[in-house]
């Protein structure tokens, strides 16, 4: 649509990138240098999303092609809806005032918007992170002829976050960290133990004796902190590279190759919005916090969603403090609430809507059609009985006061032999929201936490409402519609038809009519501001702005 601008010219990062890769994988450089215009391009749609419908700063109005500033500039690109995916066919330029720009970073340039600078960095990192992870995913595609497993799956969510521009910005590695820890690459990393005596550590839960030694612990550290962290704080490994494993979606959390608990490690650099270490009230809230959400959960009844347990966790007590650098939390594997042998397959819904390295259709398409004549006869079919898992059960506990993050990376569906939706499962218990009001109108006492308690509603449905219907449900609607508007109309309609049935077998409470007017008559639902949250201003944690509500 656009003519090439002079910003296709490679920035220095995208250069240094390739420099780096020359020496360590010639055999990727080609490919990586293919794969730039698309992580542009990718990239930008993100921020254009973001310029579309988040409050960032000189913004004067916005119109449904275009973004008018107050200093009289105008921004013109491609309609977007909040739920569009980035596709192979993204718009590879937006026109500042007539002028093509087809690099995100050199866009937040010209724009100059306050406190950008920091934003304008990881988008340079984000793309030219985005090329690699293309360019390697590509040429590690498959399964060597073995059934896909839940890693293999989170190793194929190459593009990671679906909506944010620093989606794939890992400023602290260097190129042969990404290709050596970065789960596109489907690398074992090799995690290494630290021993610390338990009397200077914090435990919670139950820490196993394979990683104890006497009267000592031996923390799981992922090798990057070993080589990055460690030496600040004066330590060195017990033992190096005793745990081989397979990393998971969020990089530092990986999946032991002689199976047993998953290990969050701690990763004490930022991606996308959040450092990725591991704090205290983490440590000391697992356990009571993953008790709490397992009863619960059951008494939902059945099996259609369950939560993977925190079995133990542990930081070394530094200077005084429980280290955020040196901490572990060892989690129930999700893989034991699927049957293989029957022909049942768990992965996350993130892994349902990425498409493959080559850019063809979200791997939902590609299951459906391999499952045969048993499978949903459309998209809306199994959207309607992926909705009729998720939906009562997540109202139900919002209705008792528990709000879940319920996102793709957070929430894995098990599909049987006819890539039918059959449970849920969710894990990453840090950011979950508990109503003690809620709770206790229900007669169940909240243990003592340090973090992530609200009665509020507008924080509950933030939560839940942001994560489950705005994230999950809209980038499952992008897959299956494929912008073809009247499908995707199609689509909400189905999710707004089990919305109400959910809440129609809600008992009619106070707190539920307050639950289903937010989100069924509400002209927006919240999301977190994810562009406005990466500027540098005073506010810090998460921010959020609304999106027009696509269940009215």
Not at 100 to 121: N, W, Y
Request: net charge neutral; glycine share 8%; aromatic share 4%.
């Amino acid at each position: 649509m656009y003519p090439h601008s002079a910003a296709a010219t490679r920035r220095p990062l995208e250069t240094a990138f390739a420099t780096e890769l020359a020496t360590l994988r010639p055999d990727l450089h080609d490919a990586y240098t293919a794969a730039l215009p698309g992580a542009r391009a990718a990239v930008l749609g993100r921020l254009w999303r973001g310029l579309l419908l988040e409050p960032l700063p000189g913004i004067a109005s916005r119109g449904p092609d275009r973004v008018l500033f107050r200093d009289g500039r105008v921004l013109v690109g491609p309609r977007r809806l909040p739920h569009d995916l980035g596709s192979p066919k993204d718009e590879p330029a937006l026109l500042l005032d007539g002028r093509p720009h087809d690099h995100p970073a050199a866009l937040v340039e010209a724009l100059g918007l306050p406190g950008s600078g920091l934003l304008r960095d990881e988008l340079d990192h984000s793309v030219a992170s985005l090329a690699l992870s293309r360019a390697g995913a590509a040429g590690a595609e498959g399964h060597g002829g073995q059934p896909p497993t839940l890693a293999s799956f989170e190793q194929g969510v190459v593009d990671g976050h679906p909506y944010h521009p620093c989606c794939r910005s890992r400023p602290g590695f260097s190129v042969a960290e990404q290709l050596a820890y970065g789960p596109e690459h489907r690398p074992v990393v090799a995690l290494d133990l630290v021993a610390v005596p338990a009397a200077d550590c914090l435990v919670a839960g139950a820490w196993p004796d394979r990683f104890r030694d006497g009267d000592r612990l031996l923390l799981p550290v992922h090798p990057w902190q070993t080589r990055h962290i460690l030496p600040a704080l004066g330590l060195r490994p017990y033992a190096e590279a005793a745990v081989p494993t397979r990393p998971l979606m969020s990089v530092r959390t990986v999946a032991p190759l002689d199976g047993g608990p998953h290990l969050k490690t701690a990763l004490s650099m930022r991606m996308t919005s959040s450092v990725r270490d591991i704090s205290a009230r983490s440590v000391t809230d697992s356990a009571a916090l993953s008790a709490l959400l397992d009863e619960l959960t059951r008494r939902l009844g059945g099996d259609t969603l369950r939560v993977t347990r925190n079995l133990g966790a542990a930081a070394a007590v530094v200077g005084g403090e429980p280290s955020p650098d040196l901490a572990a939390l060892l989690r129930e594997s999700p893989s034991g609430f699927a049957d293989p042998a029957a022909g049942e397959t768990l992965l996350p819904v993130a892994a349902l809507t990425g498409r493959p390295a080559d850019g063809g259709p979200p791997l939902l398409h590609s299951l459906l059609a391999a499952a045969g004549p048993g499978a949903p006869a459309d998209g809306a079919a199994w959207l309607t009985a992926f909705a009729r898992l998720a939906l009562p059960a997540m109202l139900r506990l919002l209705s008792w006061g528990v709000a879940l993050e319920a996102h793709g990376q957070n929430l894995l569906v098990v599909l049987d032999r006819y890539a039918r939706p059959r449970r849920l499962v969710y894990r990453d218990l840090a950011d979950v929201r508990i109503s003690p009001v809620r709770l206790a109108r229900c007669g169940v006492t909240v243990p003592p936490l340090g973090r992530g308690l609200s009665d509020d509603p507008a924080v509950l449905h933030a939560k839940l409402y942001g994560s489950l219907v705005a994230t999950t449900f809209g980038s499952l609607v992008s897959a299956l519609g494929e912008a073809h508007r009247p499908t995707e109309a199609r689509l909400w309609a189905a999710v707004r038809t089990e919305t109400e049935r959910a809440f129609d077998a809600l008992p009619a409470t106070a707190d539920t009519r307050t639950d289903r007017a937010a989100l069924l008559s509400a002209a927006e639902l919240p999301v977190k501001a994810l562009t406005l949250m990466r500027l540098e201003t005073p506010t810090t944690g998460d921010q959020w702005t609304g999106l027009p509500n696509p269940l009215l």
